[in-house]
């Protein structure tokens, strides 16, 4: 699966043990099921607060109520790792960048210099990061997140005999498809058990007022890529939320009927892929 393994250390003080649980919250279910939730965080560093755009400083690419809106989860006994740092400090969802050092502003997917909702810049000029400052968020927030969740699926795994993780994510407007809600992406075939898929476009897609739609294209996300493995058995699918399904405005007010509706389609999803993980 090429996945990088956890690097903790008997020896190291309790207090990184600490600052560590401010960067990552992981909650242990009952189920099969591992919920991601890479773009929730909200946390900047002040110091890099003060060196982004108007613009960036309002976080436009994640969305801090996707954990509240799938709070269903939780009910349904799932466990869920969330990175609580924004994606302008590091993208956990991007693959970690590997490239050789070079003097100037690195202009990578794991720590970008432009939104992707509005493609303005994120940062004040000459206040873009170099590869020296990637390299230091990299290990310093992407590493114990992906530390964390490849410890939770072994667990999982160990536990069930077969692991599913869901990595739960904003949809942006460059590839929204309305009318639908959710859209659903996985490497169905070596990623994903295409059983799985199947059952849940079964499930799902004969709704009378349909919220799914089925990618045929791989997931574009590093979790849903780099964790899945059905010869593995851990299974990996990416869902991509709507923000108009269940706000009245972008980042306002809940729609609580909406809500309410969507947080039902998600559980039925949770609640397929369980029935076919024990079944």
């Known amino acids: 699966m090429g996945m990088l393994g956890p690097s903790s250390d008997l020896g190291q003080p309790h207090y990184e043990t600490a600052i560590n649980a401010m960067k990552v919250t992981v909650k242990q279910g009952s189920t099969p099921i591992l919920v991601g939730f890479p773009h929730s965080g909200q946390f900047l560093p002040p110091n890099l607060q003060r060196q982004f755009t108007a613009e960036a400083k309002a976080l436009p690419d994640g969305d801090a109520s996707l954990p509240e809106l799938f709070q269903a989860t939780a009910v349904a006994g799932c ?58 968020r990299a290990a310093n927030y992407w590493q114990p997140f ?105 980042g306002k007010d809940w729609d609580e009927h909406q809500t309410s509706s969507r947080q039902i389609a998600l559980r039925t999803f949770v609640q397929t892929c369980t029935e076919w993980a024990i079944s």
């Open 79 to 136: 466990s869920t790792v969330t990175a609580n740092f924004s994606r302008y400090l590091i993208d956990v969802d991007e693959a970690r960048s590997s490239e050789v050092l070079n003097p100037g502003p690195h202009d990578s997917l794991v720590c970008p210099l432009q939104t992707r909702t509005t493609e303005l810049p994120i940062y004040l000029p000459g206040y873009e990061p170099d590869q020296f400052e990637v390299g230091q």
């Open 146 to 250: 992906h530390d964390d969740l490849h410890e939770e699926l072994l667990r999982i795994k160990h536990q069930h005999g077969v692991a599913i993780l869901l990595t739960i994510k904003p949809m942006i407007p460059d590839y929204q498809e309305p009318p639908m809600v959710f859209t659903v992406a996985a490497d169905h075939g070596s990623g994903c058990d295409p059983a799985l898929w199947s059952e849940l476009q079964g499930t799902l897609s004969g709704n009378s007022t349909p919220m799914w739609i089925f990618r045929d294209s791989p997931p574009s996300g590093y979790l849903a890529k780099n964790y899945g493995s059905a010869t593995k058995r851990i299974h990996a699918l990416e869902i991509s939320i709507a923000r108009c399904a269940y706000q009245k405005v972008q």
